[in-house]
């Protein structure tokens, strides 16, 4: 078993006055948490494991800066071509005796990763996918499927294609605090980029994404370096911490401390439900997580 630590995280300033009324008013039932699915794309570099991080504008449960991802949708339930473990093997890896939930958070995390990034996990078989999703026409598909003109069932179906639900690599569940408005519970798979495929800002909502070396931004954690590279009024002179849920901030440390994608994808993972809870440290509210600590480039089994 690994050694779990007690973690402390910054509270992001937009969530200050639902802590503050979460404590005045005393105990209450939280919000219903929406289902979500997210994914982090990863790949090799010179300097370590990239991520693909983006800009989510608002306030969203995911965070300003953020992996792939979003809420499921009705049409994720949708018949669509299927390569790759089965529902039912989804929902063992996953935890939940759901199956339909399972197909959903899968569908959904390859849906998300196709409108956010253009990367599309889908072929017309296991031994191909889609090449040179970058084009005008991969765009508009995109497009219409993020303004729900378009069901990205019919997007795939349309071209012969089928989700390969085999290239997905389930990470971790996190559930939004009890005291937010608008709460999440997310599901986190990982993913590697096919073969002659590039991520890509959405042209209509895209404000800023690019691939981040794990490293670099965890020994840049406490300056405003990554922050002020997005350049919005709500991440300017705003650490890493301030940023990111501390769902992915820790998603981030574990990629910094192995030595490359075939290490991250090997760790042994269990199917663990992770909540910050909020806690008063000296008159401070901050977020309080209990995560297992990493070694460096060791497959190690997680909560």
């Not at 071509?81 to 899968?106: C, F, I, K, N």
């Not at 196709?114 to 191909?128: C, I, K, P």
């Not at 075939?262 to 992770?274: D, E, G």
């Not at 909540?275 to 401070?284: A, F, N, S, W």
Request: hydrophobic letters at 40%; aromatic letters at 6%.
């Amino acid at each position: 078993m690994p050694q779990l630590a007690r973690r402390l995280f910054v509270l992001p300033p937009e969530l200050e006055g639902a802590a503050q009324n979460w404590l005045q008013l005393g105990e209450r039932t939280p919000r219903a948490a929406r289902y979500a699915s997210s994914v982090v794309l990863l790949r090799d570099s010179p300097t370590g494991l990239e991520t693909w991080l983006g800009y989510r504008p608002g306030s969203s449960p995911l965070g300003v800066l953020a992996f792939p991802g979003g809420s499921l949708e009705a049409s994720d339930d949708d018949a669509v071509g299927w390569l790759g473990p089965s529902p039912q093997h989804w929902a063992e890896a996953l935890g939940t005796a759901d199956v339909g939930l399972a197909r959903r958070h899968v569908v959904g995390a390859i849906r998300e990763l196709f409108e956010e990034t253009g990367v599309l996990l889908a072929g017309t078989d296991q031994s191909s996918t889609v090449e040179a999703t970058s084009t005008h026409e991969w765009m508009k598909a995109r497009e219409a499927v993020a303004a729900q003109e378009k069901s990205f069932t019919d997007v795939l179906a349309k071209r012969g294609l089928s989700v390969r639900t085999d290239l997905l690599k389930p990470l971790v569940n996190w559930l939004s605090p009890d005291f937010t408005h608008r709460r999440f519970n997310t599901r986190y798979f990982a993913a590697t980029v096919p073969i002659n495929q590039q991520p890509s800002l959405l042209e209509s909502k895209g404000v800023w994404g690019r691939w981040v070396c794990a490293k670099q931004a965890i020994d840049l954690r406490d300056t405003p370096a990554l922050g002020d590279e997005v350049a919005q009024e709500n991440t300017m002179g705003l650490n890493l911490g301030q940023l990111l849920v501390p769902g992915s901030e820790i998603m981030l440390e574990k990629m910094a401390a192995a030595n490359g994608c075939i290490a991250y994808l090997s760790y042994k993972r269990k199917a663990h439900v992770y909540q910050p809870k909020l806690v008063d440290e000296g008159g401070i509210l901050m977020l309080e997580v209990e995560a297992a600590k990493t070694v460096a480039g060791e497959p190690q089994r997680e909560r």
